[in-house]
Every structure is written in C-alpha cells, then in structure tokens.
C-alpha cells in the first residue's frame, strides 16, 4: 500500500507539525488545510506555496482519495445517492438529500458494518475497515464540488456505526467544522448511533453542540433484543440513561428513530410502552416506515398504523414526525445500494 499521508486526514496542527518537518515555517499548514476545503485536488495549484516546498509535498502526501463510481438521481424527490471507490478499492455511498433549510449529506463511517441489526442491508456482509476521517469528509467535499452548491448540514447516517469508529469521527466532526475547513456548523451535524453507551458517555462529556440521534426501534428489552443485538450488551433502560445524561450534559435534545415494522414494534401497545419509557425526557420520536431490504423478512408498517403510532406518541405529551421516506426509487436504505452493486458485479 501506498505510505504517502492523505492531507484530508490532517488536522491543522498535523499539517504544521508536517511543514516544520519539511523545512518549512508552521504557517504554511494553515495554508495547506485552507487550500484542501476549498477543494482543490492539485498540490500545484496551491498558489501561495514555494515550488521546491510543492514538490516535497508531493513526495510525502496526496489529495485525492476517492472517484466517483456512480450517481443515481431520485425522479421523485431529487435525492442524489453516490457510489465511491476508495483508493483501496473498497466501494462506500453516500446521500445527498436537498431540503429548504439546505443541502444534507449522509456519510458512511465504514465499509459495511458489524452490528448486525436485522432490518438493515449494510451489516449483512459484516464490517470491512473503518474509514478514515479524510474519506469521511471525501465524500462531503467531493459532492460540494460535484453540485457546486455548499452543504450545510452532515448527518452521520450512511453504512457504519459511527461510535465504533470513534477517534476517526471525532476528528472528522473537528476538521469539518474549522472555520478553514468546511465550517459546517456543530448544530448541523447529527450524529446517529445504535447504541454503543461508554462512547455515548464519551461524547457527552466533550459537550459538543451536535445532535445525538438514537436508533431506538423497539420499546422493550425483548423486541430490541430481537433485531439489535447491541441491545444485548447495553440494554434499553442503561441506553436511556446514558441518554439522560447526554442531555444534562450538552442541554441538547435526543432523536430517537423508531423504523416501523409490521405486526413487529407498530401497534398502539408498542407506542404506549414507548410514550411511558421517554417520559420527561428532552427528545423527539422520528417515525420511519421501515425501508424493505430483499434479504430481509421485515415489512414496512401502513400509513394508518404509522398515523396512529405517532397520535398515541402526541397525545402523551411526546414529539413525533412521520419522516418522508426519500429516494425510495434509488435503493436509499442504508446500505442497500452498495449491497446491490457489489452483488451484481460478483454475479457476473
Ligand atoms: N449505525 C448507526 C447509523 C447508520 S444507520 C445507527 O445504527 O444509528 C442510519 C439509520 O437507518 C439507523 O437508525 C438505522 O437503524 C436505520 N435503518 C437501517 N436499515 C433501515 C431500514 N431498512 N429501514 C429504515 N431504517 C433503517
């Protein structure tokens, strides 16, 4: 493999720790992660840099790391899914989804997965490598320049448990918020987890702005055990208290995502133990009718029992949406698109 540093890795005190380490003043590190977000993909071109420092640049690090495979374009609704192929090979996708308030990116954190929920197609083939954060913020930037439109908001939803790739994600989160990097805001950036509490509690305690959405999905111990078997290590009632806590902490409101499945977690006695669970609690239900995944026996719920769901949640006292399902003509289930790739290019 390839030794040479991917500057999208690099943090800015990286980047001057490296240009002292190449004879160079510590400014230029700025320099250089300035020029990285604004997405030029040439050492070249970094126009305020000497040439002969270019050069040694060029020895020891590159810019480019991942090549668009492939797009599909949403007839319905305009969401855009990307295929990446990473500089190993390994293929990732990512979603952009125009809403009013602004253009929405979401990241995959791995190659596949290793959290083996069962109503998701990105753990089906397991957990390949983390990402790096460079790769991360690839697929942020290189749809920025594929739209020409700036992105605003980062949701950390696309394959992967973001958690379990911790230390890659919180520099992620500290690259693209740098008012040189891509200064997307804190309070733009959702990070979703299934449930991993010791990291939960580390995030907590680094009190940042983000929003923290939990993928929740059942009501009890029993149900949740039964698709997510995360549960089984950190069950619902410790999740929820770590929940607490990170709103102590931060005073910021907790997403829980409930995907509905048929006949599974999507009748009214499912909503009331839900309701009863999230009492007091500073959070806010996003229904989502369950995307169907072929190699999945799971249904997706009707409107109406979705509808009813959602009034039970309200009318004791807890928010809900029913959230529109996006991009439903182009595989935009988790994982779905890359699954369906690869598949079909080993059938052949
Ligand atoms: N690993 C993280 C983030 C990735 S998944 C997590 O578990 O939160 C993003 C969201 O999509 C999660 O809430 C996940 O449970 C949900 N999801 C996965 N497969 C789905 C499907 N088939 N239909 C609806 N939601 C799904």
């Known amino acids: 493999m390839d030794k040479k540093i991917d500057l999208r890795n690099k943090t800015v005190k990286e980047l001057e720790e490296l240009s002292v380490s190449l004879g160079e003043k510590k400014f230029r590190g700025k320099q250089i992660f300035s020029w990285v977000y604004k997405g030029t993909s040439d ?43 990473l500089k ?16 929405t990116v979401c990241v995959s954190t791995q190659v596949g997965c290793r959290m083996g929920c069962g109503f998701c197609a990105s753990t089906i083939d397991g957990v390949v490598r983390n990402l790096t954060s460079g790769e991360i913020i690839g697929q942020v930037l290189t ?51 299934c449930g991993i509490v010791p990291k939960i509690l580390d995030l907590a305690n680094m009190n940042l702005q983000i929003t923290l959405a939990i993928s929740l999905h059942a009501p009890s111990n029993e149900l949740r055990n039964q698709t997510m078997p995360i549960n089984k290590v ?58 169907e995944v072929k190699e999945r026996k799971f249904k997706a719920s009707t409107d109406k029992s979705a509808k009813e769901f959602q009034s039970i949640l309200k009318k ?27 598949d079909r290019i080993n059938q052949k």
Do not use: W
């Open 88 to 103: 190993d090979g390994n293929i990732i996708e990512s979603v952009l989804m125009k809403y009013r308030h602004g253009n």
């Open 43 to 85: 050492i070249d071109n970094m126009n305020n840099l000497p040439k002969k420092f270019k050069d040694d640049l060029k020895r020891v690090s590159y810019l480019k790391n991942m090549d668009i495979l492939k797009v599909l374009e949403s007839k319905i609704d305009g969401t855009k899914k990307y295929l990446f192929t």
């Open 143 to 193: 749809i920025q320049k594929d739209i020409g439109e700036r992105i605003s908001n980062v949701v950390l939803m696309g394959s992967g448990e973001p958690l379990d790739n911790y230390d890659e994600v919180i520099k992620f989160l500290g690259i693209i918020n740098h008012p040189l990097g891509l200064n997307i805001s804190m309070r733009n950036i959702t990070i979703s987890t």
């Open 316 to 342: 004791r006292g807890i928010e809900a949406t029913i959230r529109r399902e996006l991009g439903s003509d182009i595989d935009a289930a988790c994982g779905q698109l890359r699954k369906n790739y690869i």
């Open 234 to 291: 950190y069950n619902i009632d410790e999740l929820l208290k770590t929940c607490r806590y990170y709103t102590e902490k931060t005073n910021r409101r907790i997403t829980f995502e409930y995907a509905l499945i048929k006949g599974f977690n999507d009748q009214p006695s499912h909503a009331y133990e839900l309701s009863k669970k999230l009492q007091k609690m500073l959070c806010h239900v996003n229904l989502i009718p369950l995307n």
